[in-house]
């Protein structure tokens, strides 16, 4: 049963996305946000089922040839978990979009046409693959497909700095999959197979070849050092466009791939993790003084997602020295970030349509003229930056626990770890610094002339708040 149930699950946003290439225009963005409801069921259909079943993990093969699997689903807590938030905050952004892409946003006044909604369920489809795919080779054809989606909708107002960005965005994560292939070839010379759970059948150098090559890849499609110059540029992309693809997915793909392989490893290399804490450690501080300069939103939230990206790294590498809590730790910020950051984003894009400016310094006292989008801002930074009750302290505290207890067998932890509480601790007093300059006070002239957001914004900002309430509790009954 749970085997058809992820196959819908993972179908419906791909015919949706035929259906809606060849529906009229004006009912497109309803066929998309019709069909990602209906794949989002399945995900919950599937989470429920393996729930009723006791939480018991399962493979199961699809694809093989003379018995060497080359695509199947695995089915267990993570992938559950994972698959949820991805295919969900795609109904969201779809939901989202019906109302941001229209004539009456202010700065880009456009309507959405049917490439948009249909590359954004190939999106929503592509994500529910690789988050269930059991085999490195399914991984490897789904992290294709986010690249070929992420270029046509990085690039979608087709302006020439867009289409630059959509090229640059294709060309560094296409170069970052070159790991992927190493890795996928290396793992079926040693193993004769390409699933994932042969990882821990690998000894010596064909080992660091295949983490190496996976740490590699997720490099790049989750833009560390040094293949981060994608993502700033790719602001360009339509606001739910950077929720999405650059909050919520495509930049998951990377510290998802490197999870599910210390998940299935259980025996990695610890080089690979000190390659990755050592990287994690150096992105971490450079993404900080990145966005310190930055007045445009979307910018500055990019160099922010960059520096928590690192954090997910952080807490992964810390996991393949051989900590549990860090492996939870990090599966959770991949939940709970990703609501957080896609609520920033979402705020972010409501200014752009209501005041049709997303510069920092031109936006002040929002909270008199729209109290949603002053919670909504306050609520975001709360939880980026790590502040109890908000997700974003419950990702962040089982990375210090396990950072720390690691550290009383390598000492080398203490300074990283004393390094990302100072980070934190500034990230939160910047965060802070804006939200006095943008919230209270009295309006700027494009905050007192700012136009009512639609009823499709306001009800996905309203569930993305809740969320990054409640997105903590989820991940801990879940992962526990």
């Known amino acids: 049963m749970m085997e058809k149930i992820a196959l819908t699950t993972l179908l419906v946003p791909f015919i949706g996305a035929l259906l809606t290439a060849c529906a009229p225009k004006p009912l497109a963005k309803k066929i998309c946000t019709l069909f990602a409801l209906l794949a989002t069921l399945g995900t919950v259909v599937l989470g429920w089922q393996f729930l009723a079943g006791g939480k018991v993990e399962a493979t ?3 694809v093989s040839v003379h018995g060497v699997a080359l695509f199947g689903f695995t089915v267990d807590r993570i992938s559950t978990l994972i698959v949820f938030a991805v295919v969900f905050l795609g109904l969201l952004v779809s939901l989202y979009s019906m109302g941001y892409l229209t004539t009456g946003n202010r700065e880009h006044p456009h309507d959405g046409g049917n490439r948009y909604y249909a590359f954004l369920l190939i999106f929503i489809g592509a994500m529910a693959g690789l988050v269930l795919s059991s085999t490195l080779l399914g991984q490897l054809l789904f992290f294709e497909i986010t690249g070929g989606c992420s270029w046509a909708l990085i690039g979608y107002y087709q302006t020439p700095k867009s289409q630059r960005s959509a090229m640059k965005a294709l060309l560094i994560t296409h170069v970052a999959s070159l790991g992927l292939y190493l890795a996928a070839a290396t793992l079926f010379l040693n193993t004769g197979t390409f699933a994932l759970s042969a990882l821990s059948q690998l000894q010596g150098s064909a080992s660091y070849i295949v983490y190496g090559g996976i740490l590699f890849a997720a490099w790049g499609k989750s833009a560390q050092l040094p293949m981060q110059a994608w993502l700033p540029d790719a602001m360009e992309a339509p606001t739910p466009v950077s929720a999405y693809l650059h909050a919520a997915s495509m930049v998951k793909v990377g510290v998802y791939i490197f999870a599910r392989a ?25 993404g900080f003084m990145m966005y310190l300069p ?20 952080l807490a992964l590498s810390l996991a393949a020295l051989g900590s549990k809590q860090a492996l939870d730790g990090g599966i959770a910020y991949i939940f709970n970030h990703a609501f957080a950051k896609s609520l920033f984003f979402l705020v972010a894009g409501a200014f752009s349509f209501s005041c049709g400016t997303r ?17 909504g801002f306050c609520v975001a930074a709360l939880a980026i930056a790590g502040v109890p009750p908000f997700n974003g302290f419950f990702s962040k505290f089982p990375v210090f626990a396990a950072g720390f207890t690691l550290s009383s067998a390598h000492w080398e932890l203490v300074p990283v770890m004393v390094l990302a509480l100072v980070e934190s601790v500034a990230s939160f007093a910047w965060l802070i610094y804006w939200f006095g300059r943008v919230v209270p006070g009295e309006s700027s002239p494009e905050v007192a002339e700012m136009s ?24 801990a009954v879940w992962l526990n």
């Open 60 to 62: 199961y093969t699809l």
């Open 262 to 286: 210390i998940l299935e490893g259980g025996n990695v290399p610890h080089v690979i993790g000190w390659v990755g804490i050592v990287m994690a450690t150096i992105t971490m501080i450079y």
């Open 294 to 313: 930055q007045k445009d939103m979307k910018r500055l939230l990019a160099w922010s997602t960059i520096t928590q990206l690192a954090w997910m790294f």
């Open 359 to 375: 510069l920092l310094p031109k936006l002040r006292g929002v909270m008199g003229k729209s109290p949603l989008l002053g919670i």
């Open 452 to 475: 009512p957001l639609p009823l499709a914004m306001r009800a996905v900002l309203i569930v993305l708040i809740v969320m990054s309430l409640l997105s903590s509790v989820i991940a």
